[in-house]
């Protein structure tokens, strides 16, 4: 953003920015003393645009987030020397530094929607087949705003809290992500199954299926494996209900409901950290929506635990 004058010239000047960042940064400039005191809710009300759009306006100056933009900003509104832009990392550390700002900037950015009452995504979020499957995001509140994310994990969560079993899918890279989940929820839920590829794939899903199974929970980070959105294909023909773990909103596989969080895909690694959040935010709301059975199965837990020597004392 070429030519700013003020105090401001220092964060603003040099940056490119698309008309929506443009806009931010315009209410910045003439609100300053204002915008130090505002959520990033309040702000993207203030200068019309998405609570998405201003956590992306931080990032794009250089901040994990908005909330270390703002305090960035209070010294320069109360009379300070203008803000200084962050740090650069050490000589030859830029290479080590980036997957942890990726994941930093993916966490923020959960955050700031988990605290949202709606959701800030403005697109569509229909999983691309056409075949009556919902939204993606769940149902709407009754002004037209999409229910905040956190509203969908306790939906969710008390959904799959009452599913018996519970198949968990992942394969390729996220076939970590889903013995993780597999493994805790197996905490709170009595029937986890952890589907992760090979040969008996399908005979899994067909089996879940046969013994009451409702729903099949997925990870599906990029890159989407084939063999697992045909395993979805399946297992929507079976007719069991999909939700997935993602990265987009509007996917190119069955799913009725998308939990979708940044992640970053590189060709050697990719920045998981978001979605390994919401996912223990997705158990967490299942153990929430059977209290009596969570504290039975933990304290079932730990008696085996102790008994058997699970864990090591050291």
């Not at 250089?62 to 320069?76: H, Q």
């Not at 988990?114 to 919902?134: I, Q």
């Not at 390994?276 to 935010?281: H, I, P, Q, R, W």
Request: proline share 8%; net charge negative; charged share 20%.
């Amino acid at each position: 953003m070429a030519g700013e004058k003020g105090p401001l010239a220092t964060l603003f000047n040099g940056r490119k920015m698309s008309p929506v960042q443009r806009r931010i940064a315009h209410y910045l400039s003439g609100h300053l003393t204002e915008v130090i005191f505002l959520s990033s809710v309040e702000l993207a009300e203030r200068a019309g645009v998405s609570q998405p759009s201003v956590t992306r306006f931080a990032m794009v100056l250089g901040f994990a987030g908005y909330p270390e933009l703002r305090r960035a900003l209070r010294p320069l509104a109360m009379g300070g020397e203008e803000p200084a832009e962050p740090a650069p990392p050490p000589p030859g550390a830029a290479g080590h530094c980036e997957p942890v700002e990726a994941g930093l900037r993916g966490l923020v950015t959960l955050h700031q929607r988990l605290r949202t009452p709606e959701d800030g995504h403005s697109e569509g979020h229909g999983d691309g087949h056409g075949d009556g499957h919902g939204d993606g995001h769940g149902e709407r509140n009754g002004d037209g705003g999409q229910r905040g994310l956190a509203a969908r994990i306790a939906d969710l969560g008390g959904a799959l809290a009452a599913a018996e079993p519970l198949p968990v899918l992942g394969l390729r890279s996220s076939a970590g992500l889903a013995v993780t989940l597999g493994y805790y929820a197996r905490r709170v839920h009595p029937d986890v199954r952890v589907l992760t590829g090979g040969t008996e794939l399908a005979d899994g899903l067909h089996s879940a299926r046969r013994a009451g199974a409702e729903w099949l929970l997925a990870v599906m980070l990029p890159r989407y494996p084939a063999e697992a959105v045909r395993a979805l294909t399946y297992a929507d023909r079976l007719g069991l209900r999909v939700a997935v773990i993602t990265d987009r909103p509007a996917v190119p596989f069955p799913a009725e409901i998308v939990l979708d969080v940044p992640v970053v895909h590189r060709p050697v690694t990719g920045s998981q950290e978001a979605a390994m959040a919401l996912g223990m935010a997705l158990v967490e709301a299942m153990a929430d929506a059977a209290p009596l059975r969570t504290r039975a199965r933990l304290e079932e837990f730990d008696r085996m635990a102790e008994e058997t020597g699970a864990f090591h004392e050291g």
